[in-house]
């Protein structure tokens, strides 16, 4: 048996747009969990790259979700995984600032986020790179 097989990829991306509920937040945290593992990423990463995923989302839909959606892109390259999001609302987007613990969450786990207004909406971005033998 071998062992693990990473896929250098360059540029390969993937869209998932979702209505901005929490209850689906799962199929994101999913889609980045697949994603990192085609890259090679270790159990530890992709476990590092789920956190990041639910706490930015979380942060752009809300506890009890908002009326709009939610539009992620996922951009595999070389060994990290970008994942883009882009929250539009029915009406003006809510004010978000991360917590202090979300923040230090997102710096342990990733190994650059950032939270933003974006025009109507808000948007994050993540950076995850795989670590060398990983």
């Known amino acids: 048996m071998g062992g693990t097989r990473v896929i250098e990829v360059h540029g390969e991306q993937v869209r ?10 799962r199929v994101a ?16 990463e992709i476990e590092d790259v789920k956190i990041a995923v ?14 709009g959606s939610l539009s992620l892109l996922y951009t595999l390259d070389l060994g990290r995984l970008v994942i883009e999001g882009t929250a539009t609302y029915e009406g003006a987007p809510p004010e ?3 917590t202090e613990l979300s923040s230090q969450i997102l710096a342990a786990v990733v190994d650059e986020h950032e939270l ?3 025009g109507g909406g808000l948007r994050f971005r993540l950076l995850k790179r795989r670590t060398e033998g990983g």
């Open 16 to 25: 998932l747009t979702l209505p901005t509920t929490p209850q689906l937040l």
């Open 116 to 118: 933003s207004t974006d």
């Open 54 to 67: 639910d706490e930015l989302c979380f942060a752009l839909v809300g506890a009890r979700g908002r009326p």
């Open 96 to 98: 978000v600032a991360p």
């Open 29 to 44: 945290r999913l889609t980045a969990a697949g994603l990192a593992g085609r890259l090679g990423f270790s159990f530890d």
